[in-house]
């Protein structure tokens, strides 16, 4: 069995993806629009560019998202996607990356139980938490 978390964005999943690639070294494995699918005449018009479906990998974990029709979408909350670093260095750098533009609720720094922690919201609205684990090497 598999488990992928499932994100849902207001119209602009696209973007927040590209983002992800830049930020954290994640691929995007597929991307498809309403446009040309057969939802499209499910869909109002304002959704034909939008996101029916998309999947990224990061290191072989998948996170599949689309976006929300309109008066559809909520705020996303009671959940956050998990990053484990090797590293501090690395974790830190992803914490960066992904809290820039976005709100930094816990800044990365080491804890009782980890090297470096810690969490934020993208710019996209979504709550991300970034732990390397206590036995990993010092950079």
């Known amino acids: 069995m598999q488990i992928n978390p499932y994100l849902h964005y207001d ?9 992800y690639e ?10 498809m629009h309403v446009e040309g699918s057969p939802a499209a ?11 029916l479906h998309a999947q990224l990998s990061i290191d072989g974990e998948v996170i599949m998202a689309s976006d929300c029709p309109p008066d ?4 996303m909350q ?3 996607v998990c990053l484990q670093a ?10 960066n990356a992904l ?12 804890t009782f139980w980890s090297k470096g922690f810690g969490m934020c919201i993208d710019k996209f609205g979504v709550p991300w938490m970034i732990n390397t684990a206590q036995d990993c090497p010092d950079q």
């Not at 830049?22 to 991307?31: F, P, Q, T």
């Not at 005449?41 to 996101?51: D, G, R």
């Not at 809290?99 to 080491?110: E, H, I, N, R, T």
């Open 11 to 19: 119209g602009n999943c696209e973007e927040a993806f590209k983002f």
């Open 22 to 31: 830049a930020a954290i070294g994640a691929k995007i494995d597929v991307i």
């Open 41 to 51: 005449e499910h869909m109002p018009p304002s959704m034909a560019k939008k996101v």
């Open 72 to 75: 559809y979408f909520e705020k």
């Open 78 to 80: 009671g959940f956050s």
């Open 86 to 95: 090797q590293t501090p260095a690395e974790g830190e750098k992803w914490f």
């Open 99 to 110: 809290s820039d533009g976005g709100v930094a609720k816990m800044p990365f720094a080491a």
